[in-house]
């Protein structure tokens, strides 16, 4: 099994190493789906569905999106 790994920034973000990038033909601009299964967790490329999915659970996550949810979640 090979590991790779990625240090994490203030604002929780990470580069995806690039053999990883290479193992999933990712591009930039490329979506990618965490799938969780217990205390695994895999990534993979979005497929067309997963972002279907997101675009139409979107409008019914207006309730946070107010100026106080923004500040507040601004760090996460």
Excluded: N
């Amino acid at each position: 099994m090979r590991t790779a790994t990625s240090k994490l920034t203030r604002k929780y973000q990470a580069t995806i190493p690039k053999s990883v990038r290479e193992v999933l033909h990712l591009q930039a601009g490329d979506a990618i789906a965490f799938d969780f299964e217990g205390e695994k967790i895999r990534v993979r490329k979005a497929r067309w569905i997963d972002l279907e999915f997101a675009e139409a659970l979107e409008g019914t996550l207006s309730e946070w999106s107010g100026e106080e949810d923004e500040e507040a979640y601004r760090d996460l």
